[in-house]
């Protein structure tokens, strides 16, 4: 089983790639903010739960994601792959995920990161904001959002370089152009 994570900040194309790397190999695309919204708009108790909390950029508990991995890996046994997005977000989950592998005798197999300068990221973000009503892509919450990810998220990098497991790739030019460089570093 391939346990790749797709890591980088919001806005660097995280889920537009994830969706063509797990169609290219065949493995399942888990991207928890996606997860996350579909409780929200569904209005389930864990929607309900974690709206505001998106609404304002901030993070949702690790208690609550460590849960939504552990039964998606469960439910999906038979896969031969995954493309993590948007998870780990935080140290704490990043060493949860390693224990819940380890427990199904599996592990992280690569990260690679999509590397997008800041102000490209804003761009982004307000375009997306404009074109799919996305309501935590405001200006305020995304300077939010994008605190969060050096805060908590970014410190991950140094966690996953010490297990050699991490590799970067420039997150600015043409999709297809990315996607291929995402592509030749993945060696199933
Ligand atoms: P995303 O679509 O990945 O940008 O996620 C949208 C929102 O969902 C984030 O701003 C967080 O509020 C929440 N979220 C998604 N994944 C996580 C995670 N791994 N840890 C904490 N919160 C998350």
């Known amino acids: 089983m391939f346990n790749l994570i797709l890591f980088g900040p919001p806005g660097a194309g995280k889920g537009t790639q994830a969706v063509k790397i797990a169609k290219t190999f065949g493995w399942e695309h888990i991207s928890t903010g996606d997860i996350l919204r ?11 739960k974690v709206q505001s909390i998106m609404q304002e950029g901030h993070l949702v508990s690790d208690e609550l994601l460590v849960a939504i991995m552990e039964s998606v890996f469960l439910n999906n046994r038979a896969a031969e792959g995954f493309v993590l997005d948007g998870f780990p977000r935080t140290l704490n989950q990043a060493q949860e995920l390693d224990k819940m ?6 592990k992280v197999s690569l990260v690679l990161a999509l590397v997008v300068n800041e102000e490209e990221l804003v761009k982004r973000l307000l375009k997306r ?3 799919h009503g996305r309501d935590d ?21 140094d966690y996953y370089i010490e297990k050699n497991i991490y590799q970067e790739v420039y997150g600015v030019g043409s999709i297809e152009d990315i996607f291929n460089q995402l592509c ?3 060696k199933p």
């Open 101 to 106: 592998l380890l427990k199904h005798g599996q």
């Open 38 to 48: 579909a409780e929200v708009s569904q209005g389930t108790p864990l929607g309900l």
């Open 129 to 131: 904001a404009q074109e």
């Open 184 to 186: 030749a570093s993945i």
């Open 137 to 157: 892509d405001t200006e305020e919450v995304i300077k939010n959002r994008l605190v969060q990810y050096h805060q908590h998220t970014k410190p991950l990098i």
